[in-house]
């Protein structure tokens, strides 16, 4: 009987010092330094959950669900009150880089590389997800910018590139390296835009509801060299130029030759080389000052084989409804250290019904909320 109460009391204190060092494990987690971001006057950050690992793209449901995309494999959904999380759900996992999410008709779409899946009614079914539905599997299935930001447009289209299946090449250029549109229901699938290398961020302008996104640059030509770009498509069928020409004027050294810079749509503004340009959108809300109003908001992922890092913040872009004086200067910066250390990336931003704007990091896994104030 001793015999048995010690080994009864061994077990019982290894589970004490197992749950005792799951406790330490779980409080270790540093939640980000978010006072290290630096804002204009008036503006302020929270973190609203730090717990969405490899947070990419969001999406708003009219209902105040807020969906998250990761390249981890997993679907999010944060139920929000008063600017706060009062719920998570993960909706989804074991999918292949689900990095896009859009809403339409009490229904979320999610892009998987190859395939674009609904889930239906999901709001109310947050527990007990559905099955997903199968819009189409038919999008190439590389992995290389295989990742898709999706979304809605105007015309009640859904909008979903394919990024180069490669730094630089010459692809089928009606299957890579372009902008798509297609039914809601996967039908008559057609190109609107060819020529961009990688977009993982688009909105439609307020204004004139037309296309603007982002488009990331090739890589090895140098720190500098080519730009990332902001890009507008007011009409379908236009070109912006890869592989042949990149940042608007930089021709291709391999492909360049015969494909002059000037027989492309060139970018409303040149964002910087590598700083890895992905979400954008602009502000539509009236928290911010006035100014803000109708600007773009853009995130920047941040570079991975500069000799000297850049990006790794979220910058603003003033600029016309036609595209006319762009103005490009830092809103949110500090993921970035003067060290040259990193501990957050940028890779999505959301304005909110409230006016407050969102902030995904996929590198901490977390979701931050500027507000402003006046000061």
Request: proline share 9%.
């Amino acid at each position: 009987m001793r015999a048995r109460l010690v080994h009864l009391a061994f077990l019982a204190a290894s589970l004490l010092i197992v749950l005792a060092g799951a406790f330490i494990a779980a409080g270790a987690r540093a939640a980000p330094p978010i006072d290290q971001i630096k804002l204009p006057p008036g503006f302020s950050i929270t973190v609203l959950s730090d717990d969405v690992p490899s947070a990419r793209a969001m999406v708003l449901s009219p209902k105040g669900v807020l969906y998250a995309g990761s390249l981890d494999g997993h679907v999010y959904a944060l139920e929000l009150q008063n600017g706060h999380v009062r719920a998570k759900h993960v909706i989804a996992s074991g999918l292949d880089e689900p990095a896009g999410v859009t809403f339409r008709d009490g229904a979320l779409y999610v892009s998987a590389i190859s395939r674009i899946l609904r889930f239906d009614d999901i709001d109310d079914h947050l527990d007990a997800p559905p099955k997903p539905v199968v819009v189409t599997d038919k999008l190439p299935s590389d992995r290389h910018h295989g990742w898709k930001f999706i979304a809605f447009g105007p015309d009640g289209k859904l909008y979903v590139p394919t990024g180069a299946p490669c730094n630089i090449c010459e692809p089928d250029r009606t299957r890579y390296a372009l902008i798509a549109r297609m039914n809601p229901d996967g039908s008559d699938y057609e190109v609107f835009a060819h020529g961009v290398r990688n977009t993982v961020g688009f909105d439609w302008n307020p204004q004139t509801k037309e296309l603007w996104f982002t488009d990331n640059g090739r890589d090895m030509l140098g720190d500098d060299v080519p730009d990332d770009k902001l890009n507008r498509a007011p009409k379908a069928g236009m070109d912006f130029g890869y592989p042949y020409c990149h940042g608007g004027d930089v021709p291709d050294p391999q492909y360049g030759a015969g494909h002059p810079c000037s027989g492309f749509t060139p970018p409303v503004a040149k964002l910087g080389a590598h700083v890895a340009s992905l979400g954008m959108r602009f502000y539509t809300g009236t928290m911010f000052p006035a100014d803000y109003k109708n600007n773009v908001f853009i995130a920047e992922h941040g570079s991975w084989n500069r000799s000297t890092k850049v990006g790794y913040r979220v910058v603003r872009v003033v600029v016309g409804a036609n595209g006319a004086k762009p103005r490009m200067e830092p809103f949110a910066q500090g993921w970035l250290r003067p060290s040259g250390d990193v501990w957050g990336r940028p890779a999505d931003v959301l304005p909110m019904p409230d006016g407050s704007l969102l902030v995904s990091d996929d590198y901490a896994g977390a979701i931050y909320r500027i507000t402003y104030a006046q000061p």
